[in-house]
């Protein structure tokens, strides 16, 4: 068994967009918008608003719509100009899936993924206190798919080209990659603003949302990761350690060394004993 570490969900490039982590050690998974924040236009009042969106994108719930398995309002964390915008809602903890771009080289190690091993998800949250967010970020481990079953491109470029969609189809649809898989299969198909080529991970029961986000510390990352060369992690002086965590993470990282995976479930078990 191995296991995968991937960086998920809103990070600095999305402006005032964050994921919190509250004073107890719960958090919430902010994703990130449907479509690119450079992209967007502006309107004169400054709300972004998607009601009028592109028809194919209406598939996507808002971020006002999202439910917090913490019984939160997500308006209570997501500013205004936000809340009617689209989301990428993935990974989804509910159905437990996650889906992505192998062909991307950030996130070509997904490709090694089968049946037994495990993705980790890794996000970055800031603190929220009193009300509003501080400056003090950190990256944390939030949940992980035990992998059931993997989807890749041809398998779902077959499904909707075919247009027939199998009962194991059902178990991925509430995937941000699928969900205008049947009712707009054209658009699912095109090359730049569709989704062929997506991969879709399928999780078993025994996944998880974890109740209490796990610090990933310099201490960690050092106990569990090598660099892309299988060499011991660098820590220059002249780079927040925040900053390289997330230059190491920005692309999926393998774990399969036995000792460094039960360090890293050890860690956990800290902040989840139900883990």
Same mark, same amino acid.
């Given at each position: 068994?191995?296991?995968?570490?991937?960086?998920?969900?809103?990070?600095?490039?999305?402006?005032?967009?964050?994921?919190?982590?509250?004073?107890?050690?719960?958090?919430?998974?902010?994703?990130?918008?449907?479509?690119?924040l450079s992209e967007c236009p502006h309107p004169p009042n400054g709300i972004h608003?998607?009601?009028?969106?592109?028809?194919?994108?209406?598939?996507?719930?808002?971020?006002?719509?999202?439910?917090?398995?913490?019984?939160?309002?997500?308006?209570?964390?997501?500013?205004?100009?936000?809340?009617?915008?689209?989301?990428?809602?993935?990974?989804?903890?509910?159905?437990?899936?996650?889906?992505?771009?192998?062909? &991307?080289?950030?996130?070509?190690?997904?490709?090694?993924?089968?049946?037994?091993?495990?993705?980790?998800?890794?996000?970055?949250?800031?603190?929220?206190? &009193?009300?509003?967010?501080?400056? &003090?970020?950190?990256?944390y481990l939030i949940g992980f798919l035990a992998i059931e079953r993997v989807f890749?491109?041809?398998?779902?470029?077959?499904?909707?080209?075919?247009?027939?969609?199998?009962?194991?189809?059902?178990?991925?649809?509430?995937?941000?990659?699928?969900?205008?898989?049947?009712?707009?299969?054209?658009?699912?198909?095109?090359?730049?603003?569709?989704?062929?080529?997506?991969?879709?991970?399928?999780?078993?029961?025994?996944?998880?949302?974890?109740?209490?986000?796990?610090?990933?510390?310099?201490?960690?990352?050092?106990?569990?990761l090598l660099d892309a060369k299988g060499r011991n992690l660098v820590w220059p002086?002249?780079?927040?350690?925040?900053?390289?965590?997330?230059?190491?993470?920005?692309?999926?990282?393998?774990?399969?060394?036995?000792?460094?995976?039960?360090?890293?479930?050890?860690?956990?078990?800290?902040?989840?004993?139900?883990?």
């Amino acid at each position: 068994m191995k296991i995968e570490l991937i960086n998920v969900g809103v990070n600095t490039s999305h402006g005032s967009l964050k994921s919190p982590i509250f004073k107890d050690g719960t958090f919430e998974f902010v994703p990130i918008p449907a479509c690119d924040l450079s992209e967007c236009p502006h309107p004169p009042n400054g709300i972004h608003d998607c009601a009028n969106c592109t028809e194919e994108y209406t598939v996507f719930p808002t971020y006002r719509e999202l439910k917090s398995p913490n019984g939160r309002d997500f308006s209570e964390f997501i500013p205004e100009m936000y809340l009617n915008m689209r989301v990428h809602n993935d990974p989804e903890f509910n159905t437990f899936t996650y889906g992505d771009f192998p062909s &991307n080289p950030r996130a070509s190690n997904l490709r090694k993924l089968e049946k037994g091993d495990q993705l980790f998800f890794l996000a970055r949250l800031v603190d929220w206190r &009193n009300g509003r967010f501080t400056s &003090n970020a950190g990256f944390y481990l939030i949940g992980f798919l035990a992998i059931e079953r993997v989807f890749n491109e041809d398998m779902l470029s077959e499904m909707v080209i075919s247009r027939e969609y199998s009962a194991d189809f059902e178990k991925i649809s509430r995937n941000a990659h699928m969900l205008s898989a049947k009712k707009y299969p054209d658009f699912w198909m095109e090359d730049h603003l569709g989704w062929y080529g997506s991969w879709v991970f399928l999780g078993s029961e025994h996944s998880q949302r974890l109740n209490f986000a796990v610090p990933f510390t310099r201490y960690l990352a050092d106990k569990t990761l090598l660099d892309a060369k299988g060499r011991n992690l660098v820590w220059p002086s002249n780079q927040t350690e925040l900053r390289r965590i997330g230059s190491y993470t920005r692309s999926c990282r393998i774990i399969k060394d036995p000792i460094r995976i039960e360090k890293l479930y050890e860690e956990i078990r800290k902040y989840n004993p139900n883990f």
